[in-house]
């Protein structure tokens, strides 16, 4: 059982579906944050920076976690 982006093996649960989707739909969001970037002004670029640091940690320590088998 294992997925690759929107490719799904059989056998899969629900849940893990779901949640690749979600993955899914961050990857799309970024890449549209992305191509509105060079409009933006600094202080706009910065608060998103800083908001985009954020969720980098949240992203890492889920990461960890995955890798560690959930604890």
Do not use: P
Request: charged share 30%; no cysteine.
């Amino acid at each position: 059982m294992r997925a690759i982006g929107a490719e799904i093996i059989m056998g899969t649960s629900g849940e893990l579906i779901r949640l690749i989707n979600y993955v899914d739909d961050i990857t799309t969001t970024l890449r549209r944050i992305n191509a509105f970037v060079a409009a933006m002004e600094a202080d706009e670029r910065k608060r998103l920076a800083e908001s985009l640091k954020a969720a980098r940690t949240n992203l890492d320590a889920l990461v960890v976690r995955l890798e560690k088998g959930g604890q």
